[in-house]
């Protein structure tokens, strides 16, 4: 690492203290708190001037107060001379809200991407975005990276075949599609509706899944509602064994509940999103890191080298 710094918010430090260790770098100095108001107040710590910056902050939950941390975190390196400032971010926030999908409705993954920007982002650096096109919202260079080396070596290590992997729905075959050729591995389509947001009902299976260990691919669980009835759906078809791995672990409201209740043996999840304290203690999930990837790719970044290879 060349003239870097690395910064983190209040988002995920545990998994900026494991970048910087891969890196063998000191995070950076900076106090991030609020004001008795609630408004966010950054102080950079120490000399930025001509380095390179890179800001690790997911905007999860809370998104809005990590987004504002992420933004004026940014500002202040900014107005400190910071030669170049890369915003990584492991978990975009509001990337749902990516296309109008109904009359009077925001593309708020549009205005998060613009906000970002203006504060002088150089660059963002980001882990499997909900959907690709969300890079064009940018008038500056975007690394999505995706996690799938990471969690392929886990469906080789922890899952015993004949292998069917399973996208949750049609916008994901493409992803599930990409799994299944590099583990030699069948492919099952499940066919959903959706009647409102975070509500979900299993229609049907396309494929064979009677017999196999299924594994369901996605990007993100909230709710946990589709992946639930995915894997009852999926119990009733004759699968051997149901798993899931899943990049993003927001893991909102009744998510733990439904996981818990369901046919599902085991989720696997990365640390783009600190769990909260009952997913902690849910013995159905594991947690790999994507700390190693992710400091990686910074490195690259900083020495200017090629970032491509990562992308699988």
Not at 64 to 74: A, V
Not at 173 to 199: F, P, T
Not at 227 to 244: F, M, N, P
């Amino acid at each position: 690492m060349q003239s870097a710094k690395l910064f983190s918010g209040n988002s995920n430090p545990d998994l900026a203290r494991a970048v910087a260790k891969y890196l063998d770098t000191p995070l950076g100095v900076a106090t991030v708190g609020t004001f008795s108001d609630g408004e966010v107040n950054v102080e950079i710590g120490e000399n930025v001037r001509g380095m390179d910056c890179f800001v690790i902050q997911s905007t999860c939950s809370p998104a809005n107060n990590y987004l504002m941390e992420l933004l004026i975190m940014i500002d202040a390196l900014r107005r400190s001379s910071a030669k170049r400032i890369t915003a990584v971010m492991p978990y975009y926030g509001y990337a749902r809200q990516d296309r109008k999908v109904r009359p009077r409705v925001p593309i708020s993954a549009k205005l998060v991407a613009d906000l970002i920007g203006a504060p002088g982002t150089d660059r963002l650096l980001c882990i499997d975005l909900h959907a690709g096109q969300i890079q064009g919202f940018f008038n500056i260079p975007v690394d999505n990276i995706f996690s799938t080396p990471v969690l392929l070596e886990e469906i080789r290590v922890r899952y015993p075949g004949p292998l069917t992997i399973i996208s949750p729905d049609a916008g994901g075959v493409e992803r599930s599609r990409a799994y299944a050729k590099r583990l030699g591995a069948g492919l099952a389509i499940i066919d959903k509706r959706r009647e409102a947001a975070n509500v979900s009902e299993v229609m049907n299976i396309v494929g064979d899944v009677k017999g196999q260990t299924c594994v369901i691919v996605d990007d993100m669980v909230d709710t946990a509602g589709t992946l639930a009835e995915s894997a009852h759906a999926l119990h009733r078809e004759g699968a051997k064994a149901v798993y899931a791995v899943i990049t993003h672990p927001i893991l909102s409201g009744p998510a733990i509940k439904r996981i818990v209740e369901s046919p599902l043996e085991e989720l696997v999840v990365t640390d783009t999103i600190p769990l909260r304290d009952d997913a902690r203690d849910c013995p159905k999930l594991h947690v790999s890191s994507i700390a190693p990837l992710l400091g990686e790719a910074i490195r690259r970044i900083n020495n200017e080298e090629s970032v491509s290879s990562l992308f699988v």
